[in-house]
Every structure is written in structure tokens, then in C-alpha cells.
């Protein structure tokens, strides 16, 4: 079996983000990234189904050198081998350039089940696990939180509202979109740390997979026009005084609104 | 901020990335309660031990990984980063058990401690300071008679950290009252050994997530196979194995400043008073300066020391001087910390005042401030 997992490199939880003076993106340096934290859960994912059975687990990102760390904290986990798509033009594609440029890399590898993060932490867009499905003509599901795979096809757990479970069989190849929490991420091992420097990690350009002229900037649909912290609401009332004061008038407050 | 890392290889940078996960979701969460309840979490030697963090600095033919001294020094800072006390019980079993057994024991006292040791599945002490004999290791009392096929050891311990949770002990002891320090020599002791007990627990200031006990041995007997390294020798022989050990006290002491610099940022940000936050006044703002300056200068004396270790050049300065400056740094940055959070800081639930106890026993340990100056002194030729 083979397993594609899609990763996305987003800036770090504990990160300070300013949004950039021409307020297209966040300010990007000298802050922290990391592994998108629904990716690391799709990472895990695969590497159970490959302690499970023989799978090579083929990670793939598309972004700047820095991008080069995310995959080798994924080598060091006990990813087989990594796809860096190294291109400026597909850094600056919308959700479906991205979907086209690794659906080019599915062509390629032909995985058995590919494993994407739900969402991704920054952009927030959920989009490109469905595009990339289509696109590579495979089956879905979205919201997963557990995986279980037979010769042919794969069986997962959906979470659903209101804590309700669903089960759904898919056949394989398909998509999977894993949820956080669905399982516990393990930690690089000191020997996969160590190992990782002696896994191979190709570098492509979206030209090299065939799709140089269906993305980038000029081939995007969706364009971010700007980024921006909303203004302070005025709304909120500030109670101000002596403790006592506030505590008088916010009690007012509340039997006005009669939720008392 | 990015930091500026630039000596740093891949693998050290994903080392650190990979511990500074490992401590956030492991040992930070616990930190606090470890150190109320004064209780050493065991079941981390386990974990730590399948990821092959504690084999980091043994060689790879013993199950070790053979990293570097700044491999060391990197994890170290990440450990004691979650909790001092944590790290603490780590070192000993580590750095200094397990590394005078791979270092002088036999083989086949090696072949029966070691795999378990590097796996975590049983835990070591050092046990080297007696009521008598702290900086000055030359009145150790506890003896080692020969006796047919026997040592029997006879005396007491005090100050023994990892002794209530101890499957092993490394027991320094002399063999050769008359000799003082060359008439020292290293013995294992199994924690079952009839003759041999812990004692009762010992309560501390700082570092209360490590457990620490006295220890008594009464006619002690263990086989002779048990003596490790030379006899008479043992001793001096680690000692000159302890340059890791002002390493790593230097790493803990950053490890621990790093943390209150940390929280100390995230409180002058958020804390308001006079209708502005602390962090705009202008005499907070250059207590935190001074406070980010020193820890990056003592972390640069630190990896200057590993560096040199790791080069095979002479190292022995650079590491007094590292151990020095970043124990006595980390003391004035938790203080300062502490100061900066006022009241909130110096509550229980505030991880700050624990910083603040736990850092001042690496100024003492490990050889004492006085110490270290006295050797600089030395090697500048005085
Ligand atoms: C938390 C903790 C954990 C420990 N864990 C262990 C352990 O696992 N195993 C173990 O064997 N021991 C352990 N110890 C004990 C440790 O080895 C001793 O604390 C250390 O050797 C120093 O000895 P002392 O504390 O008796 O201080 P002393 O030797 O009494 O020194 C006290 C002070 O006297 C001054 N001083 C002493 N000698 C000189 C000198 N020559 N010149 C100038 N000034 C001097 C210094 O100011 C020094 O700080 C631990 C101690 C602590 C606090």
C-alpha cells in the first residue's frame, strides 16, 4: 500500500502575527512555523496504517525552503519519502491551483488513500480535501476520526453534530480528511530524528508536474483582497468605578435583560 | 522571535523542535503538580526511553544514539524548560548513573544494567554526598571492606536524588581511607541488597518533583564483580567524565531562566496598570532587556563549552565559566520575573515562584559558584 499525506506548514500557535504593510498576508519574518495541527493527526493516521502493514508514506507540501523543515519533522516521524513543491507562482495559486498541483502528484504516486488535515489552521478554508478528491476522480470523507483499512476499501469514523458518530465504507483509492483529536500524535524518536537526513526529498515546480499553466497568481479565482484585525466593536459597555461599583452595575444589567 | 541559531545542524534544530513538543504536552502540564505533591513522575523514564532520549550521549553499540554534547546541552534546556525537577531526576539517572557504568563498568555489569537503564525500565541514583562530605569529596566515610568474594560497605548518604524510586545506585565509597580522594572508589548497588536501605524522604526548597532520600548501608555485602572502574580510582575517573555536568547545569539553569523570560513577556504585555501595560514602563522594559541579554549570553557560553567538547578541544574553562555565569544569570532572571508578576507570581498555582526555588541549587551543585571561580582563577594562571 502506498499513502499520500498532504501537509501544510502555518505559523506556529504561539506565534505574534501582524498582518503585512501592504495587508495582503501576516508578517512572516522572524515568526515560528509549524505542521498544521489537523495535518499532524493526518500524518499519525498514515503512520498507523503503515505500523499496521507495509505502507510507504509519501509526504507532500507545497511552500517556500522553510517548507523544508515540516517535511523533516514528518521524515523524522517515519515518513518514507517527501514531495516539496518549491515554486512561487504555487504559492500564490487559491485553494484549487494548490488542489491541481497535488492532484498532478497523486497522478504520479497513485496512492492507495491520501490523508489530508481537515483544515488548515491560518487560511481556515477547508477546501482543499473535496477539490483535490474530485480532481483525482477518488471517493471522500471529510470529518474523520478514525480509519480502518482491508484490501479493497477502507472503513472510517465521521464525527457528526452533537457528538454522533457515523461509519462510512469507501472504497480505495479515495480521500480521507482527518479531524484533530483522532488520534495521539507521536513524537519523533531520536533514531527517526537521526534517520530522517538519509530520506530522499524531492523538489518539484508546479511547471514540473505539468499544471505551470493552470496555477498561480494570474490562473486564481478566489483572491485575498486584504487582511485585517476588525476594529474594537463599540458595542461592549465598560462598566467602570470601585469593585463594588461594578459589581452594583453589572447586577443592574442583568435583571434588565431579565435573564436573572 | 526566530532564533538566531546559526551553529544549530538540522538534526539539532528538529532535536529541539521534537523535546520542546515532547515538554509542552508531557512535563509542563505536570510540572506544577509534581512539584506540590513532591512526587517524581516514574512512568516518563519509559517514554523517554522508547523515543531513545535517554540513550542521547551513549554510544551506539551500547543502545545509546551517540550524540553530542550539544545534542545534551540542547535537551536539557528543553527538559528543565518544563520542569527543573524533572530534568533533575533525568540528569542522575543519565549523566551520571548510567554514564560511570557505560563509562567503567564491566561488561557484564554493563550487559545487565544498560539495555533496561536506556529504556527507562529501571532507574539509577548517584550517590556520592554524606552528611560530612559535600564540596569536599575527600571526607567521604562510607567504606567498601573486601571480603572474600565480597565488598560490604558500611556508612550513610545523605541528599540522594531518585533514591525512593532507585532500581540501581552508583555509591561512591572509599577503599582507602588513609589515600582520601585517591582511595575512592565506585560501587553498584541493587535497591534490594539486604544491608542496604533508603532511608527516610528528604522535603526541599526547589527541584520537589525530584525525590531524594538518605541512605543507609549496614553490612551491606554485593559480589566483587560489583566494583566499577578502578579500584581506589573510580572516583577521580568520573570526575574527570564531569564536564558534561557543568554543561548540563548550565542548560538546566537556561532552561529554567527561558521560561520565567517567557512568562515574564506574555505578563508586561497583558498587565495594565497606570492605564498601560507594565511592559511600556520604561524601568520594567529594561529589567526584561537585561533579563533576554543575559540568558542569551549564558546560552552562548553554554554551546561555546559543548562546541569545544564536541571538537575534542580543551573545554574545562569554558565549562566552569558557563556553568558559572548561567546558574548565577538564572537566579537574577527568576528573581526578576518574580519581582515583575508581583503578587501573581509569588502565588502557588504560579508556575513563577517555582522558578524561583528551583534554580538556586544549581549555583551550589555541581560544584559551587566559589568553585568554579576558583578553577577560572586557576587557568588564568593565578
Ligand atoms: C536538590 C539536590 C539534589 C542533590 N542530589 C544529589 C545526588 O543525587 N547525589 C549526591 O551525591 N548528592 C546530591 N546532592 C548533594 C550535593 O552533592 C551537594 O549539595 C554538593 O556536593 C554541595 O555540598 P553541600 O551542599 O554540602 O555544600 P557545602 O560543601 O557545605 O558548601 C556550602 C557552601 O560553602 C562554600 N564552600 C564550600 N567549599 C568551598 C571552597 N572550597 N571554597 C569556597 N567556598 C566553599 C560555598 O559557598 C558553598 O556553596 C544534592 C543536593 C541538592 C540540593
Same mark, same amino acid.
Given at each position: 500500500?502506498?499513502?499520500?499525506?498532504?501537509?501544510? #506548514?502555518?505559523?506556529?500557535?504561539d506565534?505574534?502575527?501582524?498582518?503585512?504593510?501592504?495587508?495582503?498576508?501576516?508578517?512572516?519574518d522572524?515568526?515560528?512555523?509549524?505542521i498544521?495541527?489537523?495535518?499532524?493527526?493526518?500524518?499519525?493516521?498514515?503512520?498507523?496504517?503503515?505500523?499496521?502493514?507495509?505502507?510507504?508514506?509519501?509526504?507532500?507540501?507545497?511552500?517556500?525552503?522553510?517548507?523544508? #523543515?515540516?517535511?523533516?519533522?514528518?521524515? +523524522?516521524?517515519?515518513?518514507?519519502?517527501?514531495?516539496?513543491?518549491?515554486?512561487?507562482?504555487?504559492?500564490?495559486?487559491?485553494?484549487?491551483?494548490?488542489?491541481?498541483?497535488?492532484?498532478?502528484?497523486?497522478?504520479?504516486?497513485?496512492?492507495?488513500?491520501?490523508?489530508?488535515? $481537515?483544515?488548515?489552521?491560518?487560511?481556515?478554508?477547508?477546501?482543499?480535501?473535496?477539490?483535490?478528491?474530485?480532481?483525482?476522480?477518488?471517493?471522500?470523507?471529510t470529518?474523520?476520526?478514525?480509519?480502518?483499512?482491508?484490501d479493497?476499501?477502507?472503513?472510517?469514523?465521521?464525527?457528526?453534530?452533537?457528538g454522533?458518530?457515523?461509519?462510512?465504507?469507501?472504497?480505495?483509492?479515495?480521500?480521507?480528511?482527518?479531524?484533530?483529536?483522532?488520534? #495521539?500524535?507521536?513524537?519523533?524518536?531520536l533514531?527517526?530524528?537521526?534517520?530522517?537526513?538519509?530520506?530522499?526529498?524531492?523538489?518539484?515546480?508546479?511547471?514540473?508536474?505539468g499544471? +505551470?499553466?493552470?496555477v498561480?497568481?494570474?490562473?486564481?479565482?478566489?483572491?485575498?483582497?486584504?487582511?485585517?484585525?476588525?476594529?474594537?466593536?463599540?458595542?461592549?459597555? $465598560?462598566?467602570?468605578?470601585?469593585?463594588?461599583?461594578?459589581?452594583?452595575?453589572?447586577v443592574?444589567?442583568?435583571?434588565?435583560?431579565?435573564?436573572? | 522571535?526566530?532564533?538566531?541559531?546559526?551553529?544549530?545542524?538540522?538534526?539539532?534544530?528538529?532535536?529541539?523542535?521534537?523535546?520542546?513538543?515532547?515538554?509542552a504536552?508531557?512535563?509542563?502540564?505536570?510540572?506544577?503538580?509534581?512539584?506540590?505533591?513532591?512526587?517524581?513522575?516514574?512512568?516518563?523514564?519509559?517514554?523517554?526511553?522508547?523515543? +531513545?532520549?535517554?540513550?542521547?550521549?551513549?554510544?551506539?553499540?551500547?543502545?545509546?544514539?551517540?550524540?553530542?554534547?550539544?545534542?545534551?546541552a540542547?535537551?536539557?534546556?528543553?527538559?528543565?524548560?518544563?520542569?527543573?525537577?524533572?530534568?533533575?531526576?533525568?540528569?542522575?539517572?543519565?549523566a551520571?548513573?548510567?554514564?560511570?557504568?557505560?563509562?567503567?563498568?564491566?561488561?557484564?555489569?554493563?550487559?545487565?544494567?544498560?539495555?533496561?537503564?536506556?529504556?527507562?525500565?529501571?532507574?539509577?541514583?548517584?550517590?556520592?554526598a554524606?552528611?560530612?562530605?559535600?564540596?569536599?569529596?575527600?571526607a567521604?566515610?562510607?567504606?567498601?571492606?573486601?571480603?572474600?568474594?565480597?565488598?560490604?560497605?558500611?556508612?550513610?548518604?545523605?541528599?540522594?536524588?531518585?533514591?525512593?524510586?532507585a532500581?540501581?545506585?552508583?555509591?561512591?565509597?572509599?577503599?582507602?581511607?588513609?589515600?582520601?580522594?585517591?582511595?575512592?572508589?565506585?560501587?553498584?548497588?541493587?535497591?534490594?541488597?539486604?544491608?542496604?536501605?533508603?532511608?527516610?524522604?528528604?522535603?526541599?526548597?526547589?527541584?520537589?518533583?525530584?525525590?531524594?532520600?538518605?541512605?543507609?548501608?549496614?553490612?551491606?555485602?554485593?559480589?566483587?564483580?560489583n566494583?566499577?572502574?578502578?579500584?581506589?580510582?573510580?572516583?577521580?575517573d568520573?570526575?574527570?567524565?564531569?564536564?558534561?555536568?557543568?554543561?548540563?547545569?548550565?542548560?538546566? &539553569?537556561?532552561?529554567?531562566?527561558?521560561?520565567?523570560?517567557?512568562?515574564?513577556?506574555?505578563?508586561?504585555?497583558?498587565?495594565?496598570?497606570?492605564?498601560?501595560?507594565?511592559?511600556?514602563l520604561?524601568?520594567v522594559?529594561?529589567?526584561?532587556?537585561?533579563?533576554?541579554?543575559?540568558?542569551?549570553?549564558?546560552? $552562548?557560553?553554554?554551546?561555546?563549552?559543548?562546541?569545544?567538547?564536541?571538537?575534542g578541544?580543551?573545554?574545562?574553562?569554558? &565549562?566552569?565559566?558557563?556553568?558559572?555565569?548561567?546558574?548565577?544569570?538564572?537566579?537574577?532572571?527568576?528573581?526578576?520575573?518574580?519581582?515583575?508578576? +508581583?503578587?501573581?507570581?509569588?502565588?502557588?498555582?504560579?508556575?513563577? #515562584?517555582?522558578?524561583?526555588?528551583?534554580?538556586?541549587?544549581?549555583?551550589?551543585?555541581?560544584?559551587?559558584?566559589?568553585?568554579?571561580?576558583?578553577?577560572?582563577?586557576?587557568?588564568?594562571? $593565578?
Open positions: 500500500m502506498k499513502v499520500m499525506v498532504c501537509l501544510k #506548514q502555518v505559523p506556529h500557535q506565534a505574534r502575527l501582524d498582518v503585512a504593510a501592504d495587508g495582503s498576508w501576516i508578517q512572516e522572524n515568526i515560528k512555523f509549524e498544521n495541527s489537523y495535518d499532524t493527526y493526518a500524518l499519525e493516521e498514515a503512520l498507523r496504517a503503515k505500523d499496521a502493514g507495509e505502507a510507504e508514506v509519501v509526504v507532500v507540501s507545497i511552500g517556500p525552503d522553510r517548507v523544508t #523543515q515540516a517535511l523533516r519533522t514528518a521524515l +523524522g516521524m517515519g515518513a518514507d519519502r517527501a514531495v516539496h513543491v518549491k515554486d512561487p507562482e504555487a504559492d500564490a495559486s487559491d485553494s484549487l491551483g494548490k488542489a491541481k498541483i497535488l492532484a498532478a502528484i497523486a497522478k504520479q504516486e497513485e496512492p492507495d488513500v491520501i490523508y489530508c488535515g $481537515l483544515m488548515a489552521d491560518d487560511g481556515n478554508f477547508s477546501a482543499i480535501p473535496p477539490m483535490l478528491a474530485e480532481l483525482a476522480g477518488m471517493p471522500s470523507a470529518g474523520v476520526i478514525s480509519s480502518e483499512a482491508s479493497t476499501s477502507i472503513t472510517v469514523r465521521r464525527e457528526l453534530e452533537g454522533c458518530r457515523e461509519v462510512v465504507e469507501l472504497p480505495r483509492p479515495c480521500l480521507l480528511a482527518i479531524q484533530t483529536g483522532a488520534n #495521539q500524535v507521536r513524537y519523533a524518536s533514531k527517526g530524528i537521526m534517520q530522517a537526513k538519509k530520506k530522499p526529498v524531492d523538489v518539484k515546480t508546479a511547471a514540473d508536474l499544471v +505551470g499553466e493552470q498561480g497568481a494570474g490562473a486564481a479565482k478566489v483572491k485575498i483582497n486584504k487582511i485585517y484585525i476588525p476594529p474594537k466593536s463599540d458595542q461592549a459597555e $465598560l462598566l467602570e468605578g470601585s469593585t463594588d461599583e461594578i459589581v452594583t452595575q453589572l443592574g444589567k442583568i435583571r434588565e435583560l431579565g435573564v436573572l | 522571535m526566530a532564533d538566531v541559531d546559526f551553529y544549530l545542524s538540522d538534526e539539532q534544530r528538529e532535536l529541539q523542535r521534537a523535546l520542546r513538543e515532547f515538554t504536552k508531557e512535563i509542563a502540564p505536570i510540572a506544577s503538580q509534581c512539584d506540590a505533591e513532591e512526587r517524581y513522575p516514574v512512568e516518563l523514564f519509559p517514554r523517554l526511553g522508547a523515543l +531513545g532520549y535517554l540513550g542521547l550521549t551513549f554510544p551506539e553499540e551500547i543502545g545509546g544514539s551517540g550524540g553530542s554534547s550539544l545534542d545534551y540542547i535537551a536539557c534546556e528543553e527538559f528543565a524548560y518544563g520542569s527543573a525537577g524533572i530534568a533533575l531526576g533525568i540528569y542522575v539517572h543519565v551520571l548513573a548510567c554514564s560511570a557504568l557505560a563509562a567503567f563498568g564491566s561488561e557484564d555489569l554493563k550487559r545487565r544494567w544498560l539495555p533496561s537503564a536506556l529504556c527507562g525500565e529501571s532507574i539509577g541514583a548517584w550517590a556520592f554524606e552528611a560530612g562530605a559535600g564540596s569536599d569529596a575527600s567521604i566515610a562510607t567504606r567498601a571492606v573486601a571480603d572474600g568474594n565480597d565488598w560490604v560497605l558500611n556508612g550513610s548518604k545523605l541528599y540522594i536524588t531518585n533514591a525512593p524510586i532500581d540501581f545506585l552508583v555509591v561512591v565509597a572509599s577503599t582507602a581511607p588513609e589515600q582520601r580522594l585517591k582511595g575512592l572508589s565506585l560501587f553498584l548497588v541493587e535497591h534490594d541488597r539486604p544491608g542496604f536501605r533508603v532511608a527516610g524522604s528528604l522535603s526541599k526548597l526547589g527541584v520537589r518533583a525530584s525525590e531524594m532520600a538518605e541512605l543507609v548501608f549496614d553490612d551491606c555485602r554485593i559480589p566483587r564483580e566494583l566499577i572502574g578502578r579500584e581506589n580510582r573510580g572516583f577521580l568520573a570526575l574527570r567524565t564531569l564536564a558534561l555536568g557543568r554543561i548540563a547545569s548550565a542548560a538546566f &539553569a537556561i532552561g529554567v531562566a527561558r521560561a520565567a523570560l517567557e512568562a515574564t513577556l506574555v505578563h508586561a504585555r497583558e498587565r495594565v496598570q497606570f492605564g498601560q501595560p507594565i511592559g511600556s520604561q524601568a522594559r529594561f529589567g526584561i532587556a537585561d533579563m533576554a541579554m543575559q540568558l542569551e549570553a549564558a546560552r $552562548l557560553l553554554c554551546h561555546r563549552a559543548a562546541v569545544a567538547a564536541d571538537r578541544l580543551p573545554h574545562g574553562r569554558e &565549562a566552569n565559566m558557563a556553568k558559572l555565569y548561567a546558574t548565577e544569570a538564572c537566579t537574577r532572571i527568576t528573581e526578576r520575573a518574580l519581582h515583575y508578576h +508581583g503578587a501573581t507570581g509569588f502565588m502557588s498555582e504560579s508556575p513563577i #515562584q517555582r522558578f524561583y526555588r528551583d534554580c538556586k541549587v544549581f549555583e551550589f551543585g555541581e560544584g559551587s559558584s566559589e568553585l568554579q571561580r576558583e578553577m577560572i582563577a586557576r587557568e588564568l594562571g $593565578l
